[in-house]
């Protein structure tokens, strides 16, 4: 078993991690058992899609634990939004962030399902934005995320080993396996084609009032945009952040013509810039 200790002689200041030497995954299951012992505050967690600081520390979604159980089942995200699901919930986030969270069934029966000082074992699956956690073979937590400007879709897989008393936290039997991507990637895809679609629709509208000029701000280009944009779709891809579509960004080019006064002319949207390109 992989195991993390600390004594009264030998404390953590600070969270400690041990990384999955396999690279970076992106839709897969993981299961493996994990055990505690020592003070009931002993905590500890599993990191997936996430990335390592400079510092060291492991940043993303954490599959959480700890010795008392409270925590055991939830999903939290390390050095960023917090708590993404309680245990006993199922939890969508919208592209703003908003969390609508709805009771899982058995959500009361959940409250026993740590074993004290035994053997746990833990079930991850991550396919597209979707998160199911398990724990001894019960849904413990679901999460959909769709905050694109926040998730994360690959990463990698580390152990923590919470700062705090003196503690021990094991893991075995780990298993990772890979997922065949499905519609999800498509979808996303396509969301993000169609933002840039409407991003330069607005553009090229804005460059006929304005000689041909390309909008500097969101608030000069939102005027000529479907009320059906997401304003953070504007910072998305004035930032280039692209990054959650599974293509690289500069492969993505939408040019849209229009008639405009200097002839034949298109918006063409290239790592997250704009430029009015004549034909």
């Known amino acids: 078993a992989i195991t993390g200790q600390t004594t009264k002689e030998h404390p953590a200041p600070v969270n400690q991690f041990i990384t999955f030497d396999q690279g970076t995954v992106e839709d897969f299951e993981l299961k493996l058992s994990f055990r505690f012992t020592g003070q009931p505050a002993a905590n500890g967690g599993i990191q997936f899609r996430s990335r390592v600081r400079e510092d060291g520390h492991v940043v993303g979604y954490q599959a959480d634990m700890n010795k008392q159980g409270q925590y055991i089942g939830m999903l939290y995200e390390e050095g960023g939004r917090g708590i993404m699901a309680p245990r006993g919930t199922r939890v969508t986030v919208d592209a703003q962030g908003k969390k609508t969270q709805t009771p899982l069934a058995h959500a009361d029966s959940l409250k026993d399902t740590n074993r004290d000082n035994d053997w746990n074992d833990y079930h991850i699956i991550a396919k597209g934005n979707k998160i199911i956690l398990k724990v001894n073979g019960l849904v ?92 953070e779709a504007y910072e998305l891809v004035a930032s280039g952040k692209l990054t959650e579509i599974r293509q690289p960004a500069r492969t993505v080019l939408i040019r849209q013509k229009a008639r405009l006064s200097g002839g034949q002319q298109a918006v063409a949207f290239v790592d997250g810039h704009a430029e009015i390109i004549s034909k």
């Open 140 to 231: 413990t937590a679901e999460l959909i995320d769709n905050q694109i400007s926040k998730r994360k879709l690959s990463g990698v897989i580390a152990f923590q080993l919470h700062q705090g008393p003196p503690m021990k936290v094991q893991y075995r039997n780990i298993r990772v396996k890979p997922l065949t991507s499905d519609k999800s990637q498509a979808n996303d895809m396509q969301a993000a084609m169609q933002t840039l679609k409407q991003l330069a629709l607005g553009c090229i509208m804005y460059a006929q009032d304005n000689d041909g000029m390309l909008p500097a701000t969101q608030a000069a280009l939102k005027p000529y945009v479907s009320t059906s944009y997401d304003p």
